[in-house]
């Protein structure tokens, strides 16, 4: 998406398995400026891998060499809050830079190694014919589309470059496709830390005040950051 008036580009991209596959989330989102860039690119985890260890050492396990690859070329970006942290994954790049052909080059490598290996995983993975893990899936799923339509940082961006209105619509039935099909549960049914005393959603980005200013896995892939409980 490109508004030619304020030279501000925004790809918003996540490519999702079926219920039957419980793969990663393709997740890119870049948002960038004649000055800067604001970058994410990972390969979302569809299940909690702070406690489910298997599906962590199931799909990143050989992984982490391209994560480290390029969180050389792409430095962490800064503070990220435990909200946002616990839909990422070990590979995760999130990182800001000024705009310039070397980091762009760099970004479009990122892009289509992230994209290949998503599609690798795809190749060999083996589709579920447990009912009640598909349902589970799917719900992992809508959980996850609830939130990015709710409280994906590029919200803003989007209603300033095409009003709150259109923003709305390409938000659910666009980007995010799916979150009014997919599942019945609302936002605050997943996630009820943000509902206000007026039962509405309270709009802050982060409800528990922590955020790590620097990337909280090491060269192993494991989490070093204080492990924030959210219930």
Known sequence: MRNENCARNVLDFAAFPKPEFDLPIFCANFFTTAKMNIIV?????????????????????????????????LPWGGKLTSE???????????????????????????FKDYYQAWLGLMDRSEGETDASQIACNCEAQHRYLTWRSEKDPGHGVLKRLIGEDLAKDVITKFLFNGVNELGNKTFLDYFPEYRCEDGKVNEKRSMIGKSFENRPWNARGEFIGDRVEIV
Do not use: C
């Not at 909690?48 to 480290?68: S, V």
């Open 84 to 110: 946002s942290l616990r839909f990422f994954s070990p590979i995760v790049i999130w990182t800001r830079f000024s705009s310039s052909p070397h980091n762009h080059s760099v970004l479009f490598s990122a």
């Open 41 to 73: 690119l990972d390969l979302n985890p569809l299940h909690d891998i702070m406690d489910q260890e298997d599906y962590k050492e199931k799909y990143y396990k050989d992984l982490i060499t391209l994560g480290l690859k390029y969180s050389k070329l």
